[in-house]
């Protein structure tokens, strides 16, 4: 499963869930996550970060809900 995170520079939001979802994706070896800079790469017209996409789709702004993403992601399993 591919799970992209979407973040900036100088961002404290884009910091905390980075590293939440890297533990996470640590924790679930079926994860495969790739953490891209918005000022990198301009990413399929999104503005607001921090962001989480699943297999290129867009799964959300801001924190992240382990509970709702897991059941996300069951329903690509």
Known sequence: ???TLVITNNCSSC???EANMKLFAAQNENINLMVVNLNDV????IIIVPALLIEDEL??????DEK?????LKQYS
Request: hydrophobic share 35%.
């Open 15 to 17: 910091k905390r869930v």
């Open 1 to 3: 499963m591919n799970l």
């Open 42 to 45: 301009k990413y399929k017209g």
């Open 68 to 72: 709702k993403l897991l059941n996300k």
């Open 59 to 64: 799964f959300t702004y801001g924190d992240i």
